[in-house]
């Protein structure tokens, strides 16, 4: 099936949110794809500041190569998800400027700690569990069908009970339909096992949180 992909842009101003942003020192910009026409704009406003580009919630690789040249980050859009991810993968400041809210706020260290405790519930689970199900999308760009495989293998070695099962958008609620599963494994969008965490009916790990993985 052909996918034909059209990019959807932002028309929200926000000149006079960038004027009160209050840093000293080089930001690195980063946003999703709808706001991602701004930046250059924003870098003319913001002295020394340094485009990284567009973030995803999986990949947030163009602000991890800047992370060097910069001091901190500022993020453009909503929710918190994206620049909590870049904050632990960069180690560094992130201020978060929401277009829809005129919010300014900065990612804390308690949002990071959060996010780690989630992770280090899951990957405890995951150790402790001997029937887990490994969670697949079959959407294009999301689809992880052969590392699902490798993972089983290798649980299949630990002598655990892998399972198996694709999708295409998770129905949470059908998941209590195997109750014998012991953990959840996500192969699909990050923020599926920690925006979407307390929808699981046990406990849910991303694979690239797996170090073995």
Known sequence: MKTLFIESRSNLDVNELISKVEFNGRLGLVTTIQHLHILPSVKRKLKNAVIAGQVLGCDVSNAIKIA????????????????????????????????????????????????????????????????IGILVSSKPGQNMMKAAENLKKQLLKQNKKPFIFVFDTLD????????????????????????????????????SDLPEA
Not at 105 to 126: C, L, M, Q, W
Not at 178 to 206: G, H, Q
Request: proline letters at 4%; one cysteine or more.
């Open 172 to 207: 949470f609620s059908q998941l209590e339909n195997f109750p014998d599963i012991e953990c959840w494994v996500n192969t699909a969008c990050l923020r599926m096992a920690i925006e979407d965490y307390d929808k699981f009916p046990k406990s849910v790990v991303n694979l």
């Open 68 to 131: 060097k040249k910069v001091d901190a980050f500022l993020f453009i859009g909503s929710g918190n998800f994206h620049p909590v991810q870049i904050a632990m993968k960069t180690e560094k400041r992130v201020i978060m400027l929401d277009p829809f809210t005129g919010n300014i706020s900065e990612v804390s260290d308690e949002d990071i700690e959060s996010r780690k405790r989630k992770i280090r519930a899951g990957y405890a689970h995951f150790l402790n569990a001997n029937r």
